[in-house]
């Protein structure tokens, strides 16, 4: 996929279609209404010549804005000016965004006529007639405004969308503002590399899930913790994201006596606390909100059987605890030794 070179043809196509509707409007209407004469200059009268010669002079300037911008292969167009200033060809940089636009763990979220992706080391917005870029290393984002609805075209339900401004130190780049959802500001945060700045203390309402997985946190770190003994393997990064180490251990807890539901788990720890929320929040049924959350755990092909929050474990390494203790006991004895031979030192 040709993202910047879609984007150069489309800006313009857009550009030069809407400069065309006042003359078709001015078309059209001589036509439904051949009494007002408006193919006939001498009889329509002054208003409809100066109405003819408007719709005349903006759709000769869409057609010679669409044409400077195509001359030299788009080298002239506004996006490719931008791209310009990010490296030098544009052509190298429009083939580094291409190549990451493609990637399918891009940010992407759509709000009316405006586009906002993100992806490894680009944060772009498409608007109708512009593209704005900017190269995440050299950007600098904070949040300057929240828009509270009651009510979305969307949903049913109550929205916040958030105002980010988005200030790039690359010489020749103009700041712009993107806009998203709240509900995504937390997928935007992972694959931004800078911090966002929230200078205004701006309340950022959570979405279900978010508030779900904040509240299985709460509860997991409440739960008996799981203690790594010798000989036990290490843990490996999680088997959903494969970025966290595996921080979660599940085992039979929350009915001792054999009651229930819940069976024991035998597998090694596989899952970071964060994929597993989001784990149960999608298994989560949703007529039982209260309880200890039953949902189905697959351990075997064909086999399906249950696990609730109440087993979900923590993981403390005691081989990483004993070794802290150890260093910190050497580290004491190192300070005492070091007192004794002043004092020492000072009495000779």
Not at 93 to 111: G, P
Not at 332 to 345: F, P, T
């Amino acid at each position: 996929m040709d993202f910047v070179g879609y984007h150069l043809k489309r800006t313009t196509s857009t550009l030069l279609l809407h400069c065309l509707l006042p003359l078709g409007y001015y078309i059209c209407l001589g036509l439904v209404s051949p009494k007002l004469h408006l193919f006939e200059p001498a009889r329509s009268g002054f208003s409809a010549n100066v109405l003819l010669l408007v719709c005349l002079s903006i759709a000769l300037c869409g057609a010679v804005c669409a044409r400077y911008w195509s001359w030299n292969k788009w080298s002239n167009h506004p996006f490719a000016k931008l791209l310009l200033k990010h490296g030098n060809p544009w052509r190298a940089v429009a083939s580094s965004v291409n190549i990451e636009f493609r990637r399918i763990t891009k940010f992407s979220s759509i709000i009316g006529g405006t586009s906002l992706y993100i992806t490894d080391s680009w944060i772009i917005k498409c608007s109708a007639y512009k593209v704005d870029i900017a190269h995440q290393p050299d950007v600098h984002l904070s949040i300057i405004h929240a828009e509270d609805h009651d009510i979305s075209h969307e949903s049913n339900v109550a929205v916040q969308f958030l105002n980010i401004r988005v200030s790039s130190i690359t010489p020749g780049t103009k700041p712009f503002v993107i806009r998203l959802n709240s509900t995504d500001y937390g997928d935007l945060r992972e694959k931004l590399q800078a911090p966002v700045r929230n200078a205004r203390n701006v309340v950022i309402h959570q979405s279900l899930s978010d508030k779900f997985i904040e509240a299985f946190k709460e509860q997991v770190s409440q739960n008996e913790v799981y203690r790594l003994q010798e000989g036990e393997e290490e843990p490996e990064p999680c088997i959903g994201c494969m970025q966290q180490p595996s921080n979660i251990k599940l085992q039979k807890l929350c009915a001792l006596s054999g009651e229930g539901e819940c069976v024991p788990c035998y597998c090694r720890p596989m899952w970071c606390i964060d994929c597993m929320g989001k784990w149960f929040a999608s298994r989560q049924d949703q007529h039982q909100p209260e309880g200890c959350w039953p949902v189905p755990l697959l351990v075997r092909h064909a086999v399906q059987n249950f696990v609730c929050l109440m087993c979900v474990c923590s993981l403390d390494d005691i081989r990483q605890s004993t070794l802290m203790d150890l260093n910190a006991h050497v580290h004491v004895c190192h300070y005492a030794a070091s007192a004794w031979i002043k004092i020492l030192s000072s009495l000779c």
